[in-house]
């Protein structure tokens, strides 16, 4: 296991700040469904208690289609969507790789997740929000 701490990030315009404590190695989704293949979201999925939001709360505006579990946050001022609450986890958060400086991790291992067919695999992220320590 590698030594946690952490990382930030936020949205184009600096509205948005927060913080997500993970790992310095660490594995990314990349997912194909809908939403995310049009706004080119790269998941980093935490539990909530791993999440901080620094600036820009008032900033924020929510988006909810489907099945409305999925929280999709953007940035009233700069429409970048930095980080939501994930259908597949909303026990937690999941922040937008694309959103973060890469220098903050030691290493980034980015996989494939079939969103298109997302009742077939939902369950495999299910234990990221797993608080285990």
């Known amino acids: 296991m ?3 701490s952490w990382k930030q990030g936020g949205c184009h ?5 927060f913080e997500i404590y993970v790992d310095h190695d660490i594995i990314a989704e990349e997912c194909n469904c809908s939403i995310c293949r ?11 208690s791993r999440f901080r939001l620094l600036t820009g709360e008032g900033q924020l505006t929510e988006y909810t289609f489907n099945t409305g ?11 970048v969507k930095s980080f939501y609450v994930p259908r597949s986890n909303p026990d937690g ?3 937008n790789l694309r959103c973060m400086n890469r220098d903050q991790f030691h290493s980034i291992e980015i996989r494939k997740f079939d969103g298109e067919n997302w009742e077939a695999n939902a369950e495999k992220l299910a234990h990221l929000t797993r608080d285990d320590d």
């Open 2 to 4: 590698t030594a946690k």
């Open 13 to 17: 315009c600096g509205a948005i700040t």
């Open 38 to 48: 049009m706004t080119g979201f790269t998941h980093l999925i935490v539990p909530k």
């Open 69 to 79: 579990v999925a929280k999709h946050l953007f940035c009233r001022v700069c429409g």
């Open 93 to 95: 958060y999941s922040a």
